[in-house]
């Protein structure tokens, strides 16, 4: 899948009704090696910045997850395979905090502070136009989808 089919990919299902980490995730379904239904089943917990705490963007914790599929940090004794894989979470999140201005749900969204509530939003119209979520799922997608080709290349 190319960058741009990637980006449009997370757009999509995050407009489908996943949550940003899920739509994020879901589109690097191929990397990870699980199927969609199951990273939508485990990211499900991400959404609205961990739990719709406003905290981390899922967004951003999906570019983590899949950091952790393109340079695996799983062997303990492997320091150099966790300075690798850190070093690619934190290019990421520079890259995104650099675009976007930060990596936290509620600066993203201009909230002050979370709405203390863990009822997600319907997902209505309004609710699409004045959320940039959709488009922060393809930002992140792009991030990640590039960092794939040049770790390929």
Same mark, same amino acid.
Request: aromatic fraction near 6%.
């Given at each position: 899948?190319?960058? $741009? $089919?990637?980006?449009?990919?997370?757009? +999509?299902?995050?407009?489908?009704?996943?949550?940003?980490?899920?739509?994020?995730?879901?589109?690097? !379904?191929?990397?990870?090696?699980?199927? +969609?239904?199951?990273?939508?089943?485990?990211?499900? =917990?991400?959404? =609205?910045?961990?739990?719709?705490?406003?905290? %981390?963007? =899922?967004?951003?914790? /999906?570019? &983590?997850?899949?950091?952790?599929?393109?340079?695996?940090?799983? #062997? *303990?004794? #492997?320091?150099?395979? @966790? &300075?690798?894989?850190? /070093?690619? *979470?934190?290019?990421?999140?520079? +890259?995104?905090?650099?675009?976007?201005?930060?990596?936290?749900?509620?600066?993203?969204?201009?909230?002050? @502070?979370? +709405?203390? &509530?863990? %009822?997600?939003? #319907?997902?209505?119209?309004?609710?699409?136009? @004045?959320?940039?979520?959709?488009?922060?799922?393809?930002? !992140?997608?792009?991030? &990640? !989808?590039?960092?794939?080709?040049?770790?390929?290349?």
């Amino acid at each position: 899948m190319t960058v $741009e $089919e990637r980006e449009r990919r997370a757009g +999509e299902l995050f407009r489908a009704g996943y949550n940003c980490c899920q739509a994020v995730a879901m589109t690097f !379904a191929d990397v990870i090696g699980l199927p +969609e239904s199951e990273i939508a089943r485990l990211t499900s =917990g991400f959404g =609205g910045g961990m739990g719709r705490m406003r905290e %981390v963007c =899922g967004t951003v914790s /999906a570019m &983590t997850m899949v950091a952790g599929a393109m340079i695996p940090a799983n #062997d *303990v004794n #492997d320091k150099a395979a @966790k &300075t690798a894989n850190y /070093a690619l *979470v934190q290019e990421m999140a520079d +890259e995104f905090r650099e675009m976007n201005g930060s990596i936290i749900c509620r600066e993203l969204l201009g909230l002050t @502070k979370p +709405e203390g &509530t863990p %009822v997600p939003s #319907d997902r209505t119209p309004e609710y699409y136009k @004045k959320r940039p979520c959709g488009e922060l799922c393809a930002i !992140a997608a792009g991030i &990640t !989808a590039r960092k794939l080709e040049n770790k390929q290349n």
